[in-house]
């Protein structure tokens, strides 16, 4: 399994930005479908934003326009760029990689998780 590590989590002003970065180990973080997830207080985890292993991507309604989801397969890294941030985006983000052919909203599809990053939005 590949080892995840998130970073880039703080505390940003409604209308902000932030930039959160997962490094992976390993030498076949290129052959995995990558997703963001996120939790906040009380709900159940969510889909955020979903990499192919080609770079094709896809997003949950709440983040589309806002969000953009990269992989650098050189630097074994994903990124979640997050702007114009909504108090409502407030919860821990976790990263994932899923040995799946396509990319899936469904936590259950993802092996690998990292230990997930606070992400908080004041208003």
């Known amino acids: 399994q590949v080892q995840l590590v998130e970073s880039g989590g703080g505390l940003v002003q409604a209308g902000g930005s932030l930039r959160l970065s997962c490094a992976a180990s390993?030498?076949?973080?290129?052959?995995?479908?990558m997703g963001w997830f996120r939790q906040a207080p009380g709900k159940e985890r969510e889909f955020v934003a979903g990499?192919?292993?080609?770079?094709?991507?896809t997003y949950a309604e709440s983040v589309k326009g806002r969000f953009t989801i990269s992989r650098d397969n050189a630097k074994n890294t994903v990124y979640l760029q997050m702007n114009s941030l909504k108090p409502e985006d407030t919860a821990v983000y976790y990263c994932a990689a899923g040995g799946i052919s396509r990319i899936s909203s469904a936590a259950t599809d993802f092996g690998s998780w990292g230990q997930g990053t606070q992400v908080t939005v004041s208003s």
């Open positions: 390993g030498p076949t973080f290129s052959s995995y479908v």
């Open positions: 990499i192919s292993r080609l770079g094709g991507n």
